[in-house]
Nanobody, 119 residues
Framework: QVQLQESGPGLVKPSQTLSLTCTVS??????????WGWIRQPPGKGLEWMGA???????YYSPTLKSRTSISRDTSKNQFTLQLTSMTPGDTAVYYC???????????WGQGTQVTVSS
């Protein structure tokens, strides 16, 4: 059993940086071969995989977002964090964190948090 919860600002101004934290309340982010990812869904569009951080601390990013994305973790708090720079209205979306098993299966998700980019 795992539980994940996203937290952070609901409103970001254009050009600013988004910072979201995922708190894992059941299970450990250092469990072998577990990966922890960020996914977003803009209004009216499909899910977009953004990136992930491995149990080891290694990071992986979508090529389309790599230049603006950073994922980090705090193992003492069992949390991992997304930072997305240079925000535009096109980044408005519901942002989810998730656990990833077997290199592909996103088996457990947070409830998602709405982030709106507006001036």
């Amino acid at each position: 059993q795992v539980q994940l919860q996203e937290s952070g600002p609901g409103l970001v101004k254009p050009s600013q940086t988004l910072s979201l934290t995922c708190t894992v309340s059941v299970g450990s982010i250092t469990t072998n071969y577990h990966y922890w990812g960020w996914i977003r869904q803009p209004p009216g569009k499909g899910l977009e995989w953004m990136g992930a951080i491995a149990y080891s601390g290694s990071t992986y990013y979508s090529p389309t977002l790599k230049s603006r994305t950073s994922i980090s973790r705090d193992t003492s708090k069992n949390q991992f964090t997304l930072q997305l720079t240079s925000m535009t209205p096109g980044d408005t979306a519901v942002y989810y964190c998730a656990r990833i098993l077997n290199g592909y299966w996103h088996d457990s998700w947070g409830q998602g948090t709405q982030v709106t980019v507006s001036s």
